[in-house]
Nanobody
Framework: QVQLVESGGGSVQAGGSLRLSCAAS????????LAWFRQAPGKEREGVAA???????SYAEFVKGRFTISKDNAKNTRYLQMNSLKPEDSAMYYC????????????????????WGQGTQVTVSS
């Protein structure tokens, strides 16, 4: 049984930083994509960043230069380092995972991911 558990969310002032973590268990695919999504109230879920088993990374335009996705294979954990946070970054952040064959072209498309965490709230105040 695959389980994804996020942590590291919280409240921060604009310009601050947070690091989100997502611990994975039971996910045994050797070729895969791991991603972070977010959803603010009244808005659709949107892709933030994704990384695959080969180290290929994809970022949404609105986080380029501010957020960094990484993974620690030994700990089965992936991270999202978020710097220069803005109030519009406030949302529930979810980690997601999928075997690579489900992510054909768009690693930031939520529809391809079949494993999801429960989410961690990020609130950025101005």
């Amino acid at each position: 049984q695959v389980q994804l558990v996020e942590s590291g969310g919280g409240s921060v002032q604009a310009g601050g930083s947070l690091r989100l973590s997502c611990a994975a268990s039971g996910f045994t695919y050797s070729s895969y994509w791991l991603a972070w999504f977010r959803q603010a109230p009244g808005k659709e879920r949107e892709g933030v960043a994704a990384i695959n088993s080969d180290g290929r990374i994809s970022y949404a335009e609105f986080v380029k230069g501010r957020f960094t996705i990484s993974k620690d294979n030994a700990k089965n954990t992936r991270y999202l380092q978020m710097n220069s946070l803005k109030p519009e970054d406030s949302a529930m952040y979810y980690c997601a995972a999928a075997p690579a064959f489900r992510i054909l072209r768009l690693p930031l498309d939520a529809g391809g991911y079949n494993y999801w965490g429960q989410g961690t709230q990020v609130t950025v105040s101005s």
